[in-house]
């Protein structure tokens, strides 16, 4: 007989090696609130399954990358998580933190197991401790949310991973089928709408799975990644097909225009030509997602870099809050920062300020000036206020010729100062937002010629030096 559980595991995974957890002390009759007819229940499931608890843990290859997996049997009592349950679980961490392997968990449950009562719930504080034991570590943890992840379940191993991924039509939700409020939407309990949330990252059909899991993997656990001081990503500096010319703007009003200009090279162009692979994180994991907003993990050079890219649009408390965790994780996992920098500024309607756009933008600038990885920054377009300079790095800014910092439009600069739009260029000029500009004053090291992969530099002619690497850390 072959469970569920390890039919999906044999997907995903080549050579997987089965891990037992340590015994513990010898179960009580109906466990431990002496449940009338437990034992028999647990006899039937295991008849039934074929497994002797609800979750099968062990170690395997994921596309060539050696990976601890833990799968639930939701056919085992509803996959449901008891004591048993637990040191599973604490044993495959454990054996992740010893052996330097990235997890992945593979989730269908309906919660606690009622038989155990309070025994069963405490364990999902027990998870939580081995889950922030190996994300100290260092380590990357991956979720997949299967039909049904409910409960402590989805509230614990599923969204408290660091990547989330999700199977279509699958319930998520904190609460279980039966316990909901009478006449509630049932798509709202969906993984379909956990990702229009920003809770979990992307949703993948079931027989993309295996190439999905071991892309990510490679990403965040393979021979690129895991240095403890890693070097700074490269900037950006040639883009394939028509470009600017790489001729810096005459004046301010001629750099508002180019930066504003249809086009200009966006976010996208830079990361397809930029990243060999990449695969994006979605969501702030408490409001929802920013579509003007890009973030994930690529590789170049044979090499894993995290990104933050900006589209052009104004930006969202959710995109800052996305932007925020993407730099933190890379943090975690020792993978250098790329920024790409692209807005007229933050987005600052009555629902952008109810959502808490000062605090998401706070949480932006306190992740990059707390940043344990380096980052490197590129503006591409428009750098409108503080909703540009918070994605931007202290002393490795660069600018492309497309590009504008301002500390305001020169527009809205204008309006301030109670000036008629005739009056906007002169503004333009008195701001000195040119890219060559931010150069000069010290805010930007360079700016680049994506055109011809160089650096020029104020009053001098042609290129200055190549920039086919990056500075070392501490220049």
Known sequence: MTSTARTLLAQVASDFTELHAPEGRPAAADGPLGWPGYDEMRKKAQQRTGEPESVVCGTGRVGGIEAVLLCFEFGYLGGSLGERT???????????????????????????????????????????????????????????????????????????????????????????????????????????????????????????????????????????????????????????????????????????????AAGRPRAAAYLDAYFADRE????????????????????????????????????????????????????????PVLTLIDTPGAANGPEDERSGAGPAIAEVFAAVAEATVPVTSLLIGEGGSGGALAMAAPGRLWVSPDSYFSVIAPELAAAILKRDSEQVPRTAEELRLRPQDAVELGVARGVVDTAHGAVRTPGVKGTVRGVTGMPADGE
């Open 86 to 260: 637990g040191d599973h679980i604490e044993a495959a961490h454990v054996r992740a933190r010893e052996g330097r392997l990235p997890l992945v968990t593979l989730v269908a449950t309906g919660g606690s197991r009622m038989q155990e009562g309070m025994r069963a719930l405490v364990q999902l504080q027990r998870v939580a401790r081995q889950t922030a034991l190996t994300r100290a570590a260092g380590l990357p943890q991956l979720a997949v949310v299967r039909d049904p992840t409910t409960g402590g379940g989805w509230a614990t191993l599923a969204a408290g991973a660091d990547v989330v991924l999700a199977l279509p039509g699958a319930q998520a939700a904190f609460a279980g089928s039966r316990v909901r409020p009478r006449g509630a939407d049932p798509a709202a309990y969906t993984v379909e709408a956990q990702h229009a949330a920003g809770h979990l990252d992307r949703i993948v059909p079931e027989a993309e799975l295996p190439t999905t899991l071991a892309r990510w993997l490679a990403l965040l656990a393979g021979p690129g990644t895991g240095r403890a001081r890693p070097t700074p990503a490269p900037v950006p500096y040639a883009l394939p097909g028509p470009t600017a010319c790489g001729r810096l703007p005459d004046s301010g009003t001629e750099a508002v225009a180019r930066a504003r």
């Open 280 to 335: 994006e994180i979605s969501g702030d994991r408490c409001s929802g997602a920013d579509e003007g907003v890009l973030c994930g993990f690529g590789l170049h050079d044979g090499r894993t870099v995290a990104y933050a890219a900006q589209c052009g649009t104004p930006t969202r408390p959710a995109g800052y809050r996305t932007v925020a965790r993407l730099i933190r994780m890379a943090g975690r996992l020792h993978i």
